[in-house]
């Protein structure tokens, strides 16, 4: 199982890392953070592989992948 | 647990200006991650453009200068000349680096000068409402093209990687891009390499990265990532264009 941390209130919410995860585990919430953007959750930790294409992917440095 | 991946501390806590799914978020990481494993921070300083990366100063944790508009590679000529030991690179983008900046850049790059330039060609002015570039491609809609760029008029895009390659002066240039995480992988590598080609002495080198604008090319992320893909590849290939051993 891996383990994946989200900088929530460096999220701008884009989606990209979304559109990377071979799992499908990553989606916007519904909370919204300070600067205004639905950032990214993950929907089932212990479905991930920590394989850190969404980390990777990710514009702004908002994912940590441990594994 | 291990670390699989993360921040690397070579990026400050600043949060990025850049707007939601902008390219120049992955390139600044992949530039930032590329002078941390090669353990040159205390000796890296970094040249910021005028553009949409015009505040790199405050993202990057090594030493950082701003030039003037198109000017970084002459502060950085001046950099590495007065102590060769300095790591020092630019970071451009086209409006920068291919117009107003257009003298600067190949004059480093036939002195040969032993700097690395990291070129961000996004196809459009972006920090100023996102008019046309010298790279913008035929038929792209900007705010100075509203009919899409015709080449009759406007010329035709400044492929500046084979330009520059055929110079003397330059050791390492090649075109990438972070469109997919394949290809970041692929782009990492590449800017790696940039670097350790100024750390062995060997001379001039340059990272050309297509990067996505979303907002002035009025897209979403994955729009603009897709059409990247599509439409600035086939016109700009992708690959290592000079390289001396
Ligand atoms: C001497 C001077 N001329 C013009 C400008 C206006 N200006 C600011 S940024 C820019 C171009 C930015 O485009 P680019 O270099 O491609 O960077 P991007 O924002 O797309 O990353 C221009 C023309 C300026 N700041 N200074
Ligand atoms: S580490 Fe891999 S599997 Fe886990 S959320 Fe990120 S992309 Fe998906
Ligand atoms: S790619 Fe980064 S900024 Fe974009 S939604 Fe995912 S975590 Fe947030
Ligand atoms: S205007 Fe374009 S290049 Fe500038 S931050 Fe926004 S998306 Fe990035
Ligand atoms: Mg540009």
Redesign the pocket.
């Known amino acids: 199982m891996a383990k994946l941390t ?2 929530v209130e ?9 559109d990377v995860c071979p799992r499908h585990l ?1 989606a ?1 919430s519904k909370e919204i953070n300070s600067r205004g ?4 959750a993950i929907s089932d930790q212990d479905q991930c592989i920590g394989c850190a294409f ?2 990777r ?7 940590k992948v441990e594994k | 647990m291990a670390v699989v991946y993360e921040k690397t501390k070579l990026l400050t806590d600043k949060p990025l200006h850049y707007c ?2 902008c390219t120049h ?1 992955i390139i600044h990481r992949l530039v930032a991650e590329a002078i941390d494993e090669l353990g040159i921070q205390e000796r890296t300083i970094g040249i910021a453009p005028v553009g949409c990366a015009v505040f790199a100063y405050d993202y990057f944790n090594c030493d950082m200068m701003e030039a003037a508009h198109g000017r970084a590679p002459a502060v950085a000529t001046g950099c590495k000349r007065v102590n060769p030991k300095n790591i020092v690179f630019t970071y451009q983008g086209d409006g920068d680096l291919a117009s107003i900046g257009a003298a600067e850049i190949t004059h480093a790059a036939t002195r040969g000068e032993n700097i690395t330039v990291i070129f961000v060609n996004n196809a459009i002015y972006g920090m100023t409402g996102g008019q046309m570039a010298p790279t913008t491609l035929p038929g792209q809609v900007t705010t100075t093209s509203p009919y899409g760029r015709d080449p009759k008029l406007c010329g035709y895009p400044i492929r500046v990687s084979e330009m520059l390659a055929t110079l003397d002066g330059p050791a390492y240039i090649s075109r990438v891009s972070v469109h997919d995480v394949k290809h970041i992988l692929d782009a990492k590598k590449s800017i790696r390499k940039a670097f350790e080609t100024q750390i062995a002495g060997k001379g001039f080198s340059l990272v050309e990265v297509l990067s996505a604008c979303p907002t002035n090319w009025g897209m979403t ?1 994955q729009e603009a990532l897709k059409w990247l893909e599509q439409n600035m590849i086939p016109q700009y290939p992708l690959g290592v264009k000079k390289e001396v051993e």
Do not use: E, S
Request: hydrophobic share 40%; proline share 13%.
């Open positions: 989200i900088a460096t999220c701008k919410g884009c989606g990209l890392c979304a990553l916007l953007y639905h950032p990214i969404c980390a992917m990710c514009p702004d440095a908002v994912i | 939601p799914g978020g992320p």
